[in-house]
């Protein structure tokens, strides 16, 4: 069984973002669920920003939480995505 560090990221994620993830993840009725950010892509069109819901924590993952909710961002997209603002708006 491998060792997973838990500690926080340097991302805001903010309580409007968390609140309206926390909702989504309330309707999908799994409260094992976690928001992962990831990036994709790079080249001449740049990278393009995904949200999922993983229900696992990877080795490695960058792991903030607010309100509850665990927003979770591998490694590499973490290079990325430091010092990053994660809101939401209607």
Request: without cysteine.
């Given at each position: 069984?491998m060792a997973i560090e838990t500690y926080d990221a340097d991302v805001v994620f903010?309580?409007?973002?968390?609140?309206?993830?926390?909702?989504?993840?309330?309707?999908?009725?799994?409260?094992?669920?976690?928001?992962?950010?990831?990036i994709s892509g790079g080249g001449c069109s740049g990278f393009q920003y995904g949200?999922?819901?993983?229900?696992?924590?990877?080795?490695?993952?960058?792991?903030?939480?607010?309100?509850?909710?665990?927003?979770?961002?591998?490694?590499?997209?973490?290079?990325?995505?430091?010092?990053?603002?994660?809101?939401?708006?209607?």
């Open positions: 069984m903010t309580k409007s973002a968390a609140l309206k993830v926390k909702e989504l993840i309330e309707e999908e009725q799994n409260p094992e669920l976690k928001l992962r950010i990831y949200f999922t819901f993983d229900e696992n924590i990877e080795e490695g993952d960058s792991i903030t939480e607010t309100e509850g909710v665990k927003l979770l961002i591998d490694p590499i997209s973490y290079q990325y995505l430091s010092a990053a603002e994660i809101d939401y708006k209607e």
